[in-house]
């Protein structure tokens, strides 16, 4: 079992067998508004992921690296690397390995343009038969297709968006 965190106030996530050709189950959720406070925050994310991580078991755990607009401010910026540690604190305690994936990688991993935007991103989730709710759950499922296509090579055709389509059908 893979499970794959887009992290954010609003965390993606994607979670599922990484070799059996099923889709992940995707969904998301919203980390309490705390202003500035950081610590409230991070209690928040470290008790919502550490019930999912005892509900799911995965074996991997991969979250996308922070990557920060020039314009985050101090305590955005604080929050989002801190997600990062939080994700990796829970990985160890639970004896997870745990991954960090540019976002650039994973938006090729879905789409096959590592500059695609959050449209793309939801439009090529929603080619597999997805339905995200928000573009966290997308990218998160991008995640998780890229960990499925690195770690099983010969899984990989089968997450090809054409062959795909054609199992579908």
Known sequence: MYLALDLATCT????????TGELPEIGHVRLPKTGEDVGAFLIAFEDWLTSK???VEPALMLFEAPILASSATPHVTRKLHALAGVTEMVAIRARLECCEVYPV?????????GRADK?????????YGLSPAVADEADAFGLWLHAVKTRHPREAGRWDPINFQRRAS
């Not at 993606?12 to 070799?19: I, L, M, S, Y």
């Not at 990688?105 to 343009?113: F, P």
Request: a positive charge; charged letters at 25%.
């Open 12 to 19: 993606g996530f994607a979670f599922g067998q990484p070799d």
């Open 53 to 55: 991580v005892r509900e």
């Open 105 to 113: 990688t994973v938006k090729k991993a879905l789409t096959g343009s």
């Open 119 to 127: 449209d793309m991103m939801v439009g090529a989730a929603r080619h």
